[in-house]
């Protein structure tokens, strides 16, 4: 656990925001896959840095180097082991929180868990930055799926209180701004450069629904879907909550109008409903996995806070200067993408043994 | 993965609704461990069913018997296994649903991935009767974690639309109906016996809080408290949704709302609100552990409900004559307690390897 | 890790010498694989106690009550739970040995780890007859690589210094005392007795082929055929040496004579000698595999020892008075056969991963 | 499993002979551990190629460039990653090979298993090459454990049939070919010399030993030091068999011989003799931990030899002109310690919960 996850695929993120380099290895993957670059590359500028006025400007980009596990665009078998150079860091920009820890980051945490030598330079290893190598496994893992049929759609289901109403039914991904409604989008956007005007931020929920995963895929307990979903998607920092099809909502329904009424379709088991998010006892039922994550708001915000001195035990204030995101949920939805892909990859994979 | 979870601590839960025995084994518990079999069985008697209207008369004692691991009282350092007996079944009761699919169930995904083979009776593997064993390895690992300072509280935050407003800052476990406001607890009796009456069911949110964590459990990335809390709370059958602190809301919020403040307190650091719930990169700031879980309602509902016959390919009609918990939720909450505290100890061992 | 092992399948077996019961939880099996339990029965009989004058007169049914996970005679895909009581116990053999460690037992590093907390009533959970719900998932397991086309073969290769030559090339285990020449066999068992009879004991050597593996089952580095299997049968009390073809006997040779020639043979691909004992690279070659695996005598034996007493810190002599195998080799078969099946098994769930 | 081991501590080394570079990633080592990077590289020169005639002239600095984990010369808890560049590589000597699996080698099963798309290159993931990164994670590891008071030792205890007797009581891994005997170590070095000249190869035997490991280390069952040692040591290519103490040896001796008695001696608890090789019940009693491991000859010897044509299925000979050791023992000395002394930290990891 920690760094590494999965039951077949064994997946190990590493690196520190400021390190000479971050990275990933992804074992478990079969040989003889065939690796599209290009749109890995494209996957990737989904999450990276500065791109727009919404972001970050540190720039980066965030070009993986493949060490090992890719011989002439296929896989090999060996484990795949990528690797994205840190540039561009601005240290210094870090060294004032030395000992007053940010409100709502891992500073105070990772102090008490690693007794003072953890590496604090731009969040070390609990920095957003980590994400680029999730987004790397989940990119070559989407590509995978992508020939068993299955699609990995997201949107931004909200930033704030503005809600993009309506329903995810195709890839919007080429969209800058990941809404169904654009003008849904167009507040959202509005209200992220107002807030980033008042060095503020806001959180917001994304939303990803898998088609195309076949019933049967899952285990009981605590081998489920929702599970290993969560499991992954905790793992991009700032999530907070998960939700499977109507989640909280089905806490307030009736079980009359919860359960999902199975019905044929073109000889095929469907539900009419699909508030069980395409889960039933851990298990897929052939019908869309749809779940909900919420993001807190990126705790990096230009406004004076109040903290504490860990050397001298006193009150402190604070006021971060960094670069930073405003709202991070626009970049996240690439990691969410990259999450739902490996918790679903290694499922497929436990599928094949019960053949 | 699956039916065993666990870093550490290896939790294995076997058994099937009417086969023989349920059971589990617990390995990882560190020797000579004093366990109190009183305070077990008052904690299992708090999930055990047919104690009251609101549950199903299946009268069960939910005795465990346990085979080894514990010697005259103290853990003894070798596997701890426990099994009930299980007795009062009636498994015709199940033999209507063979082809027909049950809505909300796991009938039709297990049909699939066991194709056929899987023990349907009384939802077999699947049943909401495997959290007894999930609730004697939680009923022992809670004393240990009593032991260290840590105390393990929830409460029914909502059930359908009525909310238990106000705190919880104290166990209330001690209550036949365990909410803050025990007029807010009588409307949902009230409702749930209601729904009884109509044949439906309904939904509820337990809510749970661990007191005492102290900082620097829990690890970065795929080994976070959230992930380790929801990886096995999403073990209990019914669970949709799990949020950790301001969870869902804080996505609505701003930074510098969201943001808890650090300050010292008697000289150590707290924070002056806890919307992060006790955890920051994954990691315990030593604020309460504070989480929620959504269930949707029974899926088990005496009204027509519409499925289809699997072996025929053809619409088909169901009604569930069987005795089943309008609400499980009042029954779920020393579940998600002992789901809460595996968790909690398996990362508390993980930290001990820090030292 | 400890008392469970395995990737895909796990096992996990719990329970003392002379606890209530011991037993073994097996997940992974897919569904719908029929058990023949005559056949288990047989199998299991190879290991049990008292049966001929070389072991314990400790009688022992041995006959595992499965609690769940098979239906009708089929698995379901559920945990698989077997237990068998314990019976026939004699504790108070051992309550002389509290403070004074047998030598070449557990006894000693039992209680510097447990602290004292240990069962240590019949060797607890180091005893040897926890190798019964050893041999219960290998008696399983080798049902269903037989299925496969895959049979486990053994042998008792020696006893002390007295060798069964010749090759072991179809199943003995209808043999009361399996080796290939009947007369080494004899000399064997009257080896034994004579050390009966002096209060002595001798250790011995089991081979263990399977034949019919597949070629490609395996995984580099630590996932190697060598690597599953050796963690596997060093689980069973009392081996100390394992090798693989020529194994230490290859260490001797050149190259040139241990490198074993590819060959055509019916256009499949096999090797003229099989020095690496079916295993290249960690990985099958379609030969045999071939192991040994080396017991060290019994260590219960009759004669004074000499110890010391724990309590008072002095020197201790010590004399056992119950009933134990003068050699436990002949009995210890079908346990290789399980570690091997188990490992095996295991490692062919990993192959249907790269499908 | 595969390329990844360990309970507490993972390792994951990945790499192919001639892929841009191998590397490994260590998680699980505890924040703030000084780490001396002079030690370390004398370390892996041990490994090291081209040092002298005995050895490949491939040559290779072995220098490994730590991209994260390790801030001014401590852990920082963040996992650990170290590549080594691969450079000097020759692959078109490896073209001739394509279809031609090499006796010996794991080109044929790497074939079968990967169905073509493995990295043929200078044997791929399965070189010996990739014991580079392995001896990087183990000299980190030794460094640790040298901080509790355990060395670990080695020698090459034969070579072919020549025998290094005497005891290994010291570290003796200055000397450029480490036996005890100055006398027997220049015999196998002129055996090596002869057998070079002759385009052969030889085996041998290294032998291990722990010293300092405190009693109470290692679990029962397949969590022993048996189990986990001979798990990480069969992960170095070439080694066909291990035993712990007296190992196969003790097959042929009686109970009251094999069987070390126990004696106090500076008011510690010691055995007379160690035949167990310091582990009772699969932990440790305080005595030295002793193992050997067999290497089987390298299998790339430069004499014509016998195999056969994959793509026409036809008989085919083989000469292996490339650069190769023709005895790998002296260089696999510190892969043997580093394998022991990854098992043995990992094992004193899960020590550590027990507290």
Request: aromatic share 6%.
């Amino acid at each position: 656990m920690s760094s590494s996850t999965g039951e077949n695929l064994k997946l190990t993120i590493f690196g520190q925001s400021h390190s000479p380099a971050i990275g990933m290895t992804l074992e478990g993957i079969p040989a003889g896959q065939r690796i599209d670059f290009d749109a890995l590359s494209a996957f990737l500028k989904r999450r990276a840095p500065g791109q727009s006025a919404l972001s970050t400007p540190r720039k980066e980009a965030d070009a993986p180097e493949f060490l090992c596990g890719i011989l002439n665009g296929y896989t090999c078998g060996a484990p795949i082991t990528a690797i994205i150079r840190n540039t561009n860091t601005r240290s210094s920009d870090y060294e004032a929180f030395k000992n007053v820890p940010r409100p709502g980051h891992a500073d105070y945490t990772a102090q008490v868990k690693y007794n003072g030598f953890q590496d604090r330079s731009g969040g070390g290893h609990f920095s957003g930055r980590l994400t680029a190598p999730l987004c790397i496994a989940g990119g070559l893992i989407i590509q995978l799926l992508k020939l068993e049929g299955i699609s990995v759609l997201s949107r931004i289901r909200s930033i704030g209180d503005i809600y993009d109403e309506g329903e995810l039914t195709e890839d919007i991904s080429y969209k800058s701004f990941p809404t169904v409604s654009d003008e849904a989008g167009a507040r959202m956007q509005a209200l992220i450069l107002d807030l980033k005007a008042k060095g503020d931020s806001v959180g917001g929920v994304v939303e990803c629904i898998l088609t195309g995963v076949p019933a049967g895929i899952g285990d009981p307990m605590f081998g489920g879907l929702e599970n290993r979903i969560s499991q992954t998607v905790f793992g991009i920092p700032a999530v907070k909550g998960i939700e499977f099809g109507a989640g909280f909502e089905s806490a307030r329904l009736l079980g009359s109008v919860n359960n999902d009424p199975f019905a044929y379709e073109d000889g095929r088991v469907v539900t009419a409903t699909n508030n069980s998010g395409g889960i039933l006892g851990g298990i897929s039922d052939g019908m869309p996995i749809v779940f909900k994550a919420a993001f807190k708001p990126t705790p990096s915000i230009a406004l004076r806070q109040q903290s504490v001195n860990l050397s001298d035990h006193t009150a402190a204030c604070l006021e971060i200067s960094g670069r930073h995101d405003p709202c991070i949920v626009p970049r996240a939805l690439p990691c969410v993408e990259s999450a739902a892909a490996i918790a679903i990859y290694d499922a497929l994979l436990s599928r094949r043994k019960e053949a």
